[in-house]
């Protein structure tokens, strides 16, 4: 009988049992599922399911039951594994049944073959999604992610890796230079219980950008929306269900860790042995969708689920009963904390305690419906009045990323009009979806900085960048850029745009700051702010902030008989955009 842990440390063994007493039935893949679901609901179950958001993946056993909170930043092609498959043993005949989900190499005893030609045989399809961390996740969304996941008490302790860590540029050396990796192993004395004191014990999966793959002599592009991000990257492979999720859905998914370094030796030598006349995936193709198991780890998912929110201080879903004492309670309190909230913004603020009321209908403003193409209930601010190239506009943002479970500030200057990537794009010859600075999951805050804009030559790619912000801000969409045609997202971002005169981009609102304090040392004064509040109240405005998004409301018919007025926001982004299509590139001068 397998131990209580087993379903945690060894997953397998409980789906073998559960094959080996069902293997007539088909109802055995759905006895899997709801196995592990009774599972993670005793007893706060889930917060003892290690994270690859917290957990490095070298840290982590191979084969253990994992769960990973990330946004679906691609779909890849469904594939085809053997469901059920047989082995014979040639001196014997025995045959033996096994089950191939849940795993990417079909796995038989030393004295078996596999039978292709069983009547046995069962055929399936999975579908393979290429997720990555929720781009521009909070630090303290990480941090009280990880406090209340109980796992992270030294994995070790459960499972001990192979090797110690090494640097991405030792294991870069090591392949350009085989011998000093021979060295390394003549030099370790055979000890094979890793008593070498290893150099550091990483807390974060500090994963770069650009990885360096054993099998690939250019860089792996893990494909991040965002410059600067960390954390694993996944092939996350469903089974069931698949066609409800889509691209930039954030889900936690719960599954088998898969980690075996045979993948890279397999695709290596399909890649070297298959005919090209034959092979229908180019080697760009089969770099990116087979990439090294130790750098993109894949998960095989038991259990998926499609997120309402990343915030770690709510409930996961607020229409179950529990969760609705958690809102009760605190709606008792939604006025005091408003209050405190205002009175923080207006000292973020300088005092200016209308452009404070504004931020907050702003951070809880959301798309809830679309008529059309209307986008309802979005608010984009225009906070004008912002001193021109002053740390000010970049305080007001990292006193937004203390509130809001993610956001991105966006520098708007030339250079990264005219260079950064805005708009995703199809890359066929790698038959994917290349990321872009506005493949963002829904409810992230984005901080258009326009008061770093200098006089200079948007060119084509800078023109087309601005205009994708302002579909984004007018109409919540993004065209994604399929070459052949366009491909429309709908998103749901937060747009706060800093400026000193009115900005360039359209908004539903203009604001201008008025200060009514003026501080010596703007950095103290600002670190001081965030300093004085206490971590509790800290949590409440996080806590009212995301809560308000989610919670069904009703507008009265007098409400929405009042007239609003038009701004006519964006004529000057359009004349730009006439401009930019008549000559070629536009002349930008926003002072």
């Given at each position: ?208 950008h650009h990885l360096i793959s054993p099998n690939c002599s250019p860089p792996l592009d893990l494909n991040f ?31 088998i860790l898969s980690v075996d370094p045979v993948l890279s030796i397999v695709n290596n030598e399909e890649s ?320």
């Open positions: 009988m397998p131990c209580v842990a087993d379903w945690l440390n060894n997953p397998f063994s409980i789906v073998q049992g559960i094959f080996a007493q069902n293997v007539p039935n088909s109802d055995w893949e759905k006895k899997v599922t709801e196995y592990f679901k009774e599972k993670l609901k005793e007893n706060n179950a889930t917060n003892w399911v290690p994270s690859l958001n917290d957990v490095p993946v070298h840290y982590l056993k191979p084969n253990s039951l994992v769960k990973f909170r990330c946004m679906v930043q691609d779909m890849f092609d469904p594939e085809f594994y053997m469901g059920v498959y047989e082995t014979v043993d040639p001196n014997t005949n025995a045959r033996v049944l096994h089950f191939g989900k849940y795993r990417d190499v079909a796995e038989c005893g030393p004295q078996q073959e596999i039978d292709l030609n069983s009547s046995q045989t069962v055929t399936s399809e999975r579908q393979t999604f290429y997720c990555v961390p929720v781009p521009g996740e909070s630090a303290w969304v990480k941090e009280i992610s990880f406090l209340t996941g109980q796992a992270r008490v030294s994995p070790s302790t459960s499972y001990t890796p192979s090797r110690h860590k090494r640097s991405y540029e030792e294991d870069e050396d090591m392949d350009l230079h085989p011998s000093k990796q021979k060295e390394q192993h003549i030099g370790s004395g055979g000890d094979i219980h890793g008593c070498v004191e290893p150099k550091r014990l990483e807390t974060e999966a500090s994963v770069g929306p965002l410059p600067g991000e960390k954390g694993p990257a996944c092939l996350v492979k469903v089974y069931e269900s698949w066609d409800s999720f889509k691209v930039n859905d954030v889900l936690e998914v719960y599954g070297s042995a298959l005919d090209p006349m034959e092979c229908m995936d180019t080697a760009e193709e089969q770099r990116v969708h087979s990439p090294p198991a130790s750098l993109v780890p894949r998960i095989h998912v038991i259990l998926a689920q499609k997120l309402q929110h990343i915030n770690p201080l709510l409930p996961a879903c607020l229409n179950e009963e529990e969760s609705k004492t958690f809102v009760s309670n605190f709606m008792s309190e939604l006025s005091p904390v408003r209050a405190e909230l205002l009175g923080f913004l207006t000292h973020a603020l300088l005092g200016d305690s209308l452009a404070a009321e504004y931020l907050i209908l702003h951070l809880i403003s959301t798309v809830y419906a679309r008529r059309d193409v209307l986008p309802l209930g979005k608010f984009t601010v225009n906070l004008s009045g912002c001193p021109r190239n002053s740390i000010f506009t970049e305080h007001i943002y990292r006193i937004i990323q203390q509130l809001v479970p993610a956001s991105y500030r966006l520098q708007m200057t030339i250079e990264n009009m005219n260079h950064s990537r805005f708009i995703p794009h199809k890359d066929y010859a790698a038959n994917r979806l290349v990321s872009g600075v506005l493949q963002l999951a829904s409810n992230t805050s984005l901080v258009v900085d326009e008061t770093q804009l200098e006089q200079g030559q948007l060119d084509t790619t800078g023109v087309h960048n601005v205009t994708a912000l302002g579909n984004l801000i007018t109409w919540q969409k993004v065209d994604y850029d399929f070459s052949y045609h366009q491909m429309e997202f709908p998103c749901n971002i937060n747009v706060l745009i800093t400026s000193e005169g009115r900005s360039l981009l359209p908004s539903d609102c203009q604001v201008h700051l008025q200060p009514q304090i003026i501080p010596p040392n703007m950095e103290e004064y600002m670190n001081s702010l965030l300093t004085a509040v206490l971590p509790s109240v800290l949590n409440k405005f996080r806590i009212y902030l995301s809560l308000l998004r989610l919670l069904d409301y009703s507008i009265s018919d007098e409400v929405t008989k009042v007239p609003v007025p038009q701004r006519g926001a964006d004529n000057a982004l359009t004349r730009a955009v006439a401009e930019s299509e008549a000559t070629g590139g536009v002349a930008w001068n926003p002072y």
